[in-house]
């Protein structure tokens, strides 16, 4: 079967030459969307921002419409099974040269210009409606076209047919009249033609055209042209035939295979400037390496040599300037020392002069400051520049079109090659775990690694478990050193970093890395270091392009873990405890106060846990949404602020920090996230003499554990709430303490009691003027009477408890009681109204973000639905709740169950 996809033009699918139709609308979306980043993984969420062209209408059900979507699209595709389920997403398996966007690239890459521009057959997917796809990807494919067709027509330009471009420059500068670069071809095409008057009209429309419109002068490679086509002028002879070959010798290089074919590919390019690559990172990242081997992969493509500099840029002591490189370029250029001009400026232009009609590879390490590039910067794009920076260096990104490449620690399995090159691949075979505790323990850094592989060459394999463990137990930082050598030690390597930052921002470094949790906020930052949100900002983008800190998404950093540690240290060693507990409380009280502010607007009914200090800090929420979205983000590091809370001392906060989540730990109902939280919590409610704090923990606990059925564990905990509360005569307290012990013995099938205890919540609750609570007992109560059968009590009761509950903006409320009620009238047999409740159940708690209710309710709806022969219906009901579930979870295998018997 011959399969020929294209995206190239109108979608398009043929099977052995037959088009196969694509239905129109999402399924043709998807499909585009595949097969433009064919064999990669697109992940669910940026398939549903192209599918919706934004937030779909019902977020909550996106995920399920995609999978449906995805069923119609291999229905469509009948036998071209391309689309494949894979973990976060879907791929489109594209058979090699099936689609015309791959064989478009493999002709680039060959240099095949013309061949690759003839697949075009249009517009990329004009016939797919969707703006965002046709943003994120469409636009850079077209700009990738136009830069394919400026290298073919430089191609046509290079083989001496000028005449025959000029009339498709002429078309191309009519339909793109501020793009230079072709400009500046029909130039050179028409000079070439021997049509110098029209070469320098041409140079005078875009001129005029660049002035009227952008209020510019033309850049400086058309003025160059425009003064070389007036002047006649010609590049300089070469001075000498001296191939300078400088790269400096580094150990051997592993890993990084796609930073390094990114980078290959982009220095060894074609194009209209310089190729200008920055590699940047923390110290000892192995930026210097990287450089230097993706330098010597391309000796063929400089076959004029390779000119290298260490401007040791953060060696304050021994810095190299531009200026003091120049000089030794020009000599390993091929200038005798004497004819060296001693003007800066005369350099520059001899410097540039000689590499005019050269293919020449700059290597700067270790830059500061832009300026330095800048004046070492070639002229012509034969040449390439590559720089090393521990700095993001943005003004050389923005100003001089750098394109960025930041490096991370190393992957696992590039960390055991680097350790077995310098140890030998059979020690790490004589013991693989221990080599992995090794690579994990020196944070997979480069230079972390070769010190400790110094420390271990020539030690038996026994030695590497016994090393691993020494390591752990001292400072690692002190251990990671190589005496003598301060090029091979950690700490020297960071502080070089360290001690060049203005002193505000060393102080936010040191306080950054007491941070619990792996990543902190830019409004979190802000409490933490004390100031307002615009200054941590500030703070954090100079950490940033420092490479000190890291930004992985937006308003979100982090740090890796030797310079986390480096920064406590730091913290240790030069900041007073009042000032590190100072910046801790004040990210507690933060994480603390925004937790309640989530919580109020996710649940009615909440306790009041605020340590009562100011909340301006705070953020606020405009919607539930925004709330839950801030909890679902923030939960990790919630969790290790409640641990470092109660290891630390900090008592009230161990205690409070998670009861003021526990609304959000009642919707998810992710059990293994929050019961370790609310055990730290409870545990330190018993550390202090406040019957309060052991009342909410062990009330929020047991709710938790009965959710999690785990009975055994809360009723003993119901018990101890009840006694608590009994005993300072908190009333209310004990009538809700009563609903939740009764909840455990429903579920234990222990009706009778679990009614009786309900019964007896309710009078409390009525007592003291509980409504909303005295409503949930009676929600509960419903519950149990519908499932013994009593259904027209148990409507009785259901219908009072919403009427208690009448007016409230709670849909969490609304969608359980709307849910209970539906279980009431299955059971009094009134089926078609059941039906009903149980989808107002289902809208309120998709209004609710409550995806446990939302399931439930699809559950009860797909057995009312069969019990009333609608198979078809049930099976739809019980599909849409699967997909609420994780896939591994118990409830996801019950509810396949009931599919297979369906």
């Not at 240099?111 to 969707?130: F, H, I, M």
């Not at 990671?480 to 002193?503: K, N, T």
């Not at 040191?510 to 802000?526: F, K, Q």
Request: negative net charge.
């Amino acid at each position: 079967m011959s399969v020929e996809l294209g995206v190239l033009g109108p979608l398009e699918v043929k099977v052995d030459g037959r088009v196969v139709p694509i239905p129109a609308g999402r399924a043709r979306i998807l499909l585009a969307a595949l097969l433009l980043r064919a064999n990669r993984v697109v992940p669910v969420d940026v398939l549903v921002d192209w599918l919706w062209d934004g937030t779909p209408p019902d977020p909550s059900r996106a995920k399920a419409t995609l999978h449906m979507v995805v069923r119609r699209l291999r229905q469509a595709l009948g036998s071209v099974q391309v689309v494949r389920t894979a973990a976060g997403g879907y791929v489109a398996d594209v058979p090699p040269g099936s689609l015309d966007l791959h064989r478009y690239r493999e002709l680039v890459e060959a240099r095949r210009y013309a061949e690759a521009l003839a697949l075009w057959r249009g517009e990329p997917l004009s016939d797919v409606r969707s703006d965002s796809l046709h943003r994120d990807e469409v636009a850079p494919l077209l700009e990738e076209h136009l830069a394919v067709t400026e290298k073919r027509v430089e191609a046509d330009l290079d083989a001496g047919r000028s005449l025959d471009v000029v009339p498709e420059l002429r078309v191309l500068t009519a339909r793109y009249p501020l793009h230079e670069r072709f400009w500046g071809q029909l130039v050179r095409a028409l000079h070439g033609a021997g049509q110098q008057a029209d070469a320098l009209a041409a140079y005078e429309a875009v001129r005029a055209r660049l002035a009227d419109e952008l209020g510019i002068d033309p850049g400086r490679a058309l003025r160059e042209l425009h003064a070389a086509v007036l002047a006649g002028r010609v590049a300089p002879e070469r001075s000498s035939g001296v191939v300078p070959r400088q790269l400096p010798p580094v150990p051997e290089f592993v890993g990084r295979a796609e930073v390094v074919a990114e980078l290959t590919a982009l220095l060894s390019a074609d194009g209209a400037r310089v190729p200008l690559a920055l590699i940047s990172g923390a110290p000892g990242i192995g930026k210097t390496a990287l450089a230097v081997h993706v330098a010597r992969l391309l000796l063929d493509d400089f076959p004029d040599g390779q000119l290298f500099a260490d401007l040791r840029g953060y060696s304050p002591s021994s810095a190299v300037t531009a200026t003091v490189v120049l000089p030794r370029f020009l000599r390993a250029l091929g200038i005798a020392a004497e004819d060296v001009p001693g003007d800066p400026e005369e350099q520059v232009a001899l410097y540039r002069s000689l590499l005019g009609d050269r293919r020449v590879l700059v290597l700067l390490d270790n830059v500061r400051q832009a300026d330095d590039v800048r004046l070492l910067l070639p002229g012509h794009p034969r040449c390439a520049v590559l720089v090393t920076s521990r700095e993001g260096l943005p003004g050389l990104v923005a100003g001089d079109g750098a394109r960025s490449f930041v490096i991370e620690p190393l992957r696992p399995h590039e960390s055991l090659a680097l350790l077995g090159g310098v140890l030998g691949v059979e020690v790490l075979d004589a013991a693989p775990e221990a080599a992995a505790d090794l690579a994990e323990t020196c944070a997979h850094w480069p230079l972390a690694l070769r010190i400790a592989g110094a420390h271990l060459a020539g030690r038996p394999a026994l030695d590497l478990a016994r090393y691993v463990g020494e390591l752990r137990g001292e400072d690692r930082l002190d251990a990671l050193a190589i005496e003598g050598d301060e090029q091979l030690a950690m700490r020297a390597a960071f502080d070089l970093s360290y001690v060049g930052l203005a002193a505000d921002a060393r102080a936010a470094f040191r306080l950054l890395g007491m941070v619990p949790g792996d990543d902190i906020s830019t409004a979190a930052a802000a409490a933490l270091l004390g100031c307002d949100v615009v200054g941590a900002r500030r703070l954090l983008g100079t950490l940033v392009r420092a490479n000190l800190v890291r930004q992985p998404a937006a308003g979100r950093f982090t740090s890796h873990d030797l310079l986390r540690e480096y920064a406590a240290a730091k913290a240790l060693a030069e900041d007073d405890e009042e000032t590190r507990r100072a910046a801790m409380r004040r990210l507690l009280d933060f994480y603390i106060d925004t937790s309640l502010n989530a919580t109020a607007l996710l649940r009615s009914l909440r306790p009041d846990v605020s340590t009562g200090t100011s909340r301006e800090r705070a953020l606020e929420f405009a919607d539930r949404r925004q709330a839950l979205e801030w909890c679902e983000v923030e939960q990790a590091n919630l969790a290790a602020a409640t641990r470092c809370a109660a290891e630390s001392g900090f008592v009230e906060y161990a205690w409070r920090l998670p009861v003021a989540q526990w609304a959000f730990f009642d919707l998810a109902k992710r059990f293994a996230e929050s019961i370790p939280v609310l055990e730290i919590a409870i545990a330190a409610a018993h550390t202090i003499d406040d019957p309060t704090a052991r009342s909410f923990t062990a009330h929020a606990l047991a709710v938790t554990y009965g959710d999690a059925e785990r009975y055994d564990d809360a009723i003993p905990l119901c018990h101890e709430v009840l006694d608590i509360r009994r005993a300072t005569g908190d009333r209310r307290g004990e009538g809700l303490a009563l609903n939740a012990l009764a909840i455990c013995h429903l579920r234990r099938q222990e009706s009778e009691k679990g009614i009786g205890l309900l019964e007896e919540s309710r009078r409390i609750l009525v007592e003291v003027g509980e409504r909303l609570g005295e409503a949930i007992t009676l929600n509960t109560l419903s519950g149990a009477l519908a499932a013994c059968g009593r259904g027209d009590e148990a409507v009785a009761v259901s219908l009072e408890a919403l009427r208690l509950v009448e007016g409230t903006d709670d849909p969490v409320v609304m969608g359980r009681f709307l849910d209970n009620y539906g279980n009431a009238l299955a059971a009094a047999g009134r089926v078609d109204d059941a039906v009903r409740a149980y989808r107002s159940a289902q809208a309120k708690a998709v209004e609710a973000r409550d995806h446990t209710t939302e399931a439930a309710a699809l559950d009860n709806l797909a057995r009312t639905l069969a019990a009333m022969g609608d198979v078809a219906g049930a099976r739809e009901c019980l599909t849409e709740a699967l997909a609420l579930w994780p896939e591994t979870s118990a409830a996801a295998n019950r509810i396949r169950v009931r599919l297979r018997g369906l």
